[in-house]
């Protein structure tokens, strides 16, 4: 397993394309934000943290909608489904390559923003770690419709159609804690949410990615 993270870990650094064009489109977005609302640092302030989670989660849908191309194209994925090792755990290995690769810049940058928007220390902490668990469920999630949509005609329309229904609490509940940061409330309740979503996301979603490429190869 070790082996397999870090070949997936090499081939997505040398795929610069797959994890460049999400962190340039997160920071575009979030670099318009204030010249398409407005540059009022009290307006800023107030609803950047939504303008960066909505930039989160359009740069994770970026990142993982050809996350199975090239394995189905050179014949790998069907080495995955023949081989003993368990499909379920060699799909956790690569969901966690893609999210250190593609998520972790993300959020790594996210004080940066924070500072530049003349957030609080208490709101960068609270965004920072919004992202820190909701990233990870919007990869697992993102993944599987890619699964279930893989080598169908005009994918990205049917993955946006099928994933954000799904993606729209952990938004809501991310932003409703910045919000809570904001006005010196607990954030226990929403962390403790996408906490127990994180954990339980990442224990099923492979399992049910592995299926959904097991029907879709055997058609």
Do not use: N
């Amino acid at each position: 397993m070790l082996g397999i993270f870090y070949l997936e870990l090499l081939l997505l650094l040398r795929r610069s394309q797959e994890w460049l064009y999400p962190l340039a489109f997160f920071l575009i977005v979030i670099t318009l934000f204030p010249l398409a609302l407005s540059p009022d640092p009290l307006f800023l302030q107030k609803y950047i943290a939504g303008g960066i989670w909505i930039a989160a989660l359009f740069a994770s849908f970026l990142s993982v909608a050809a996350l199975f191309d090239a394995d189905k194209k050179e014949g790998h994925l069907e080495q995955m489904l023949l081989g003993q090792t368990p499909l379920p755990l060699l799909i956790l290995t690569k969901l966690t390559a893609q999210w250190l690769v593609t998520q972790l810049p993300l959020i790594i940058l996210t004080p940066l923003l924070g500072l530049l928007f003349h957030l609080s220390s208490s709101v960068i902490f609270a965004l920072t770690l919004s992202l820190l668990l909701g990233t990870p469920i919007l990869t697992c999630i993102g993944s599987l419709g890619v699964a279930l949509t893989l080598g169908l005609r005009q994918q990205g329309v049917l993955l946006g159609l099928l994933i954000l229904p799904l993606v729209m609490p952990i938004l809501i509940f991310a932003v409703t804690m910045v919000q809570q940061s904001q006005v010196q409330l607990a954030i226990s309740g929403p962390l403790a949410f996408l906490a127990g979503l994180s954990i339980l996301v990442i224990t099923f979603v492979p399992w049910v990615i592995a299926a959904a490429l097991r029907i879709g190869m055997d058609d």
